[in-house]
């Protein structure tokens, strides 16, 4: 895949200097088919996937957070929020 630098170069190239595409293609080391593509102004097709992807599997250990979730009636704070409170206290 070429740069947006390197579109710009060989298509100032082409149209500004009227250099043929084999001699652009000689000179800046890209195919042929890349310059043509670049001098039609095709932009780039993004990536897709041919099949979706899998969702993750768990197995038996699926249950496990949530019965711990369950079981507690307070979450623990996060780092962030324990040191702001620390912070607070501090002061």
Do not use: W
């Amino acid at each position: 895949m070429i740069t947006v630098q390197e579109r710009e170069a060989i298509r100032r190239a082409y149209y500004l200097d009227r250099k043929s595409k084999r001699q652009i293609a000689r000179e800046q080391g890209h195919s042929r088919k890349t310059i043509d593509k670049a001098v039609a102004n095709v932009p780039p097709r993004p990536y897709q996937l041919t099949q979706p992807k899998a969702a993750p599997v768990f197995g038996p250990s699926r249950r496990e957070p949530t019965r711990c979730l369950l079981k507690t009636t307070v979450c623990p704070a996060s780092s962030s929020t324990q040191r702001t409170r620390s912070l607070k206290s501090s002061r």
